[in-house]
């Protein structure tokens, strides 16, 4: 008798059932949609910190100053 109480918890742990398609895809689409988010959230403070460190105008683009190359004639 003892021998059965002891082997029951066994048992039993060994009848778990196993999650079927739809838990585990509604999991994976949850931490899917949990990763998206958080790349989101990053690209937006990388862009914003870009904006801030970028200058606000380019300078005007000097002339060249080598001259225009001849026909050779």
């Known amino acids: 008798m003892r021998r059965a109480a002891l082997l029951l918890?066994?048992?039993l742990a060994a009848c778990h059932q196993e999650p079927d398609f739809d838990d585990r895809y509604d999991k994976a689409a949850k931490e899917i949609e949990a990763r998206?988010?958080?790349m989101?959230?990053?690209?937006?403070?990388?862009?914003?910190?870009?904006a801030v460190a970028q200058p606000k105008a380019l300078p005007a683009s000097a002339k060249?100053?080598?001259p225009?190359?001849?026909s050779g004639e």
Do not use: G, Q, R, V
Request: aromatic share 0%; net charge negative; charged share 25%.
């Open 36 to 38: 998206a988010k958080a």
């Open 9 to 11: 918890p066994l048992l």
């Open 68 to 70: 225009p190359p001849s």
């Open 64 to 66: 060249p100053s080598n």
């Open 40 to 50: 989101d959230a990053d690209i937006a403070e990388t862009e914003k910190a870009a």
